[in-house]
């Protein structure tokens, strides 16, 4: 039995979303491609910091390895970057709609324009209960009615061009602490095939949290099932502001990237269909300024620990790099905080996950939380004589170890290890 030492695990059609995962002796295993097409990130390509550094976002979201963007088109856009970030590098974009915005007939220009193949989804009205919609000509006659009205003629519409499997239409969403206003537009649910929700961690939460105005599973019976009862849903903004200030919410750069892989894993493994983090960069370098840092990118173009994180994460499950062994495992030894996911690559291979649902960082006194690690032991269900490991704490390198009889003792802490086998 090898025990592994090493200072960073100290630190603290809708079936194509998200395939069910399969079992092996008992053990639940996902599709690492199912995983991977589950993944997002908020952006805003026409407005800055975006529009002025086209290049450079390309660039970023084709290292990330994230293939979806969540954005507004508007009739007056330059259609190039949707159309170049789909053929060159296979991202497509979910696309928000809204009565202050575009006309149903203008939608379906510029959809048509730009090809309904390089969309994967079309949301509607973002946070139509938002002071800025209220204030829209669109909204005179009541939010919630014209958020309704408007959902109904998107869905007709896109309706009589294009199936849900090759057009999915998402609901409204509304500010992520109301779910009184989900139910204020509850005359739209039959008018999506899934629905939008925002479930941000408050107060600098871990994503596993069950919190009041924090937890997943709060926001699925609060926004979800206030507005149509066990219905699919994505989430469509969540994460985590990096502006760290005592009594604030936001937690640091390096708690997030240990965060964000977590998010991502538990959404996944709840049934979310996808999650978009909120956002790619950051929109300004004011230290004070709260809604300028919940990029994964810094404003001035470097890449925070969490895209690194994010990035690594979803290139190990990459059926383009080097594989291992076909492993499905049992778990001994775990804490009841402990989380394992196990996936199955598609040349065969195995990458399990590894980590502690614990806070690892106090936003209401900015500090950092100590996560001492717990041994649980990884036993293969066949001969190893190798194995591989990677910490998602902001960090890329695999380190190999040798295996001499199979079980492997780890230390699980609060970052997530993805494990792999020869």
């Known amino acids: 039995m090898i025990r592994l030492s090493r200072r960073a695990f100290m630190m603290g059609g809708t079936a194509a ?25 908020n952006t805003h390509l026409s407005s800055e910091p975006y529009a002025s550094r086209l290049r450079a976002v390309r660039e970023l979201l084709a290292a990330s390895g994230i293939r979806h963007l969540r954005d507004e088109l508007r009739p007056s856009n330059d259609l190039a970057p949707w159309r170049e970030l789909f053929e060159r590098h296979g991202i497509r974009s979910h696309l928000l709609v809204s009565p202050a915005t575009n006309t149903v007939a203008e939608m379906l220009d510029y959809l048509a324009a730009l090809g309904a193949e390089k969309v994967s989804a079309i949301e ?52 992520d602490w109301k779910p009184d206003d989900m139910e204020a537009i509850r ?62 919410a936001g937690i ?46 810094r404003h001035d173009g470097t890449p925070k620990p969490a895209y690194r994180a ?3 994460l979803l290139q190990a499950l990459d059926a383009s790099q080097p594989g291992g062994a076909a492993v499905a495992a049992a778990f001994r030894g775990a804490p009841p905080e402990a989380r394992t996911m196990q996936f199955r690559k ?23 939380i100590a996560v001492d690690p717990v041994q649980l032991t990884i036993v293969p269900d066949g001969p190893v004589s190798q194995a591989a490991f990677t910490v998602l704490d902001g960090g890329t390198a695999w380190a190999e170890f040798p295996v001499s009889n199979g079980p492997v003792a780890v230390p699980a802490g609060a970052a997530v290890v993805l494990f792999r086998f020869a």
């Open 252 to 297: 640091s750069e390096a708690a997030a990237a240990i965060y964000i892989p977590r998010l991502l894993l538990n959404n996944f493994a709840a049934g979310i269909r996808r999650t978009f983090l909120y956002e790619l960069l950051d929109e300004g370098p004011d230290p004070a300024g709260w809604e300028q840092h919940w990029g994964l990118v």
């Open 346 to 368: 598609a040349d065969g291979s195995t990458v399990i996950a590894v980590w502690r649902a614990v806070r690892c960082f106090d936003a209401a006194d900015a500090s950092s």
């Open 17 to 41: 979303f998200l395939a069910s995962p399969a079992h092996a002796q008992g053990v639940a295993v996902y599709s690492a491609a199912a995983f991977a097409d589950s993944v997002g990130v």
């Open 187 to 248: 005359d739209a649910a039959p008018f999506c095939d899934m629905v939008a929700i925002h479930p941000y961690a408050q107060h600098g939460e871990e994503p596993e949290t069950e919190a009041p105005y924090a937890a997943l599973s709060w926001y699925l019976r609060q926004m979800r099932d206030g507005f149509k009862p066990g219905a699919l849903a994505m989430a469509t903004e969540t994460g985590y502001n990096t502006m760290v200030r005592p009594g604030g």
């Open 310 to 312: 994010v990035s690594a």
């Open 124 to 175: 509607g009205q973002n946070e139509g209960d938002s002071d800025w919609f209220q204030a829209q000509e669109a909204a005179r006659g009541g939010w919630a009615a014209a958020v309704t009205a408007y959902q109904r003629a998107v869905f007709q519409t896109l309706r009589e061009r294009y199936s849900a499997e090759v057009l999915p239409v998402l609901s409204p969403s509304v500010l």
